[in-house]
């Protein structure tokens, strides 16, 4: 998916609009609530996006963009910061800046197909899930992932932590359940977990 260009101030408007909308009701919403909620006319709104589509697009690229800081990436990588203190601090930074909104369009995004597509997963993998097989394939003595590709089952497997921890705000912001501590309490409970037989685990992939 290409990088759309930045929106005019009119654009965005309309964007944002959007974004609460499809977040709260689904993408089923219709053009003329997006019209209103942003305080436009439809004929107005057809002239900044001539189909539901692009205006969709938008806001998906909106969701995906932005996320990402270039720090993560050295910070996975910093070697003389123990592994799990890593993660914890990667992970905390990363979940911490979810509103509400943001998780419940990116649920609504996933059941309309986006998450599987190519760049979704391509970037989860090679922002998050190499990163973190990397790191613990180095602490086992196991060869780099430039040496030995990195197996199907090792991505599972860091799934498993990434998983646990975006549920926290999947439990939280689209179920409406109480989630128990602060985001940095259940990361930390589940980098440890993680840690704790991960190792084991990927000897026995390698084995």
Known sequence: MKTPKAPSPAEQNVIDAAYDLFAADGFEVPLSAIAKKARITPAKLG???PSKKALVDRVIAQLFA???RSEWDVL???RTIPLEQRL???YVEYRSGMRAADSRLWTRAGLIGVHKSG???SQ???RMLIPIIRELRHAAGLPAPETRPVMPLELEL??????AIAFI???GHVFGMTVHGTLAEIVGINVRVFLAGAPAELQRLHA
């Open 88 to 90: 914890i601090r990667f």
């Open 66 to 68: 932005g996320r990402w």
């Open 158 to 163: 860091a799934g498993v932590l990434h998983g």
């Open 169 to 171: 705000n999947t439990r």
């Open 119 to 121: 760049k979704f997963s």
């Open 76 to 78: 996975l990588a910093e």
């Open 124 to 126: 989860l993998a090679q």
């Open 47 to 49: 002239m900044l996006f």
